[in-house]
């Protein structure tokens, strides 16, 4: 699989382009587009996965689009304005916010874990996705991505984590001493990262975006 982002920074657009027979697996919803020479098949990997996938706050399938005939190519974006970017799975291993993950090559193992306090985002509850396996994978954000190396100790607003090493630990803390502070400061938590490796932040937090928004519509009426 080749992968072209376009459109970059703000409205990014992933390209894929397959081989014959070669596919690529998506998270449902993600699809702009496609060559008509594709086939799609929708899958749930098991019963139990599925539901961790919706507890996580993915979909309950995922799609696998497959080229037959001939050279093939298929468009993805994410449901919000931002970037994207392409990880290398296979000497580095990964830990995504769910709602960043895109698509991957098949090679790529994309599971959901409940990690405790490691896999806790704002608005993602007690899981996180985690991969195994050797290929590439896509994951979008809202607004920016940036990567950040860690060499020791950074603090991270929750809403704004979108990927980490799976070398680096995560801790989900106060964002100051105490926790009538955190409260007050209208911060909420931050994820204390730990150890040494790379990690993916977006600049904009989805959460406090609606809010935001939320309080300038009109009322609905009854």
């Not at 799609?40 to 098991?46: A, I, K, L, N």
């Not at 955190?182 to 932040?201: D, F, I, P, R, Y």
């Amino acid at each position: 699989m080749q992968v072209n982002l376009l459109y970059r920074p703000s409205q990014a657009l992933a390209q894929c382009w397959l081989a014959p027979g070669e596919h690529v697996i998506a998270e449902s919803g993600a699809l702009v587009g496609m060559s008509t020479n594709v086939r799609v098949e929708t899958q749930s990997g098991g019963i139990m996965s599925g539901l961790k996938r919706m507890l996580a706050g993915e979909s309950f399938y995922r799609n696998s689009f497959i080229a037959e005939g001939g050279h093939a190519e298929v468009l993805f974006a994410t449901p919000l304005s931002g970037d994207m970017t392409v990880l290398e799975v296979g000497d580095r291993q990964w830990c995504v916010q769910s709602s960043a993950y895109v698509a991957s090559s098949p090679e790529v193992e994309v599971k959901t874990r409940s990690g405790g306090l490691r896999g806790f985002f704002s608005g993602a509850g007690l899981f996180a996705l985690e991969t195994a396996g050797q290929g590439q994978m896509i994951i979008g954000a809202f607004g920016a991505l940036e990567e950040l190396p860690v060499r020791g100790h950074v603090v991270i607003d929750t809403g704004h984590l979108a990927a980490w090493e799976s070398t680096l630990s995560c801790r989900i803390g106060k964002n100051t001493s105490t926790w009538l502070g955190t409260w007050l400061s209208g911060e909420g938590l931050v994820c204390h990262v730990e150890g040494s490796g790379s990690l993916w932040v977006q600049s904009r937090n989805a959460g406090r975006y609606g809010a935001a928004i939320g309080a300038r519509l009109a009322p609905r009426q009854p």
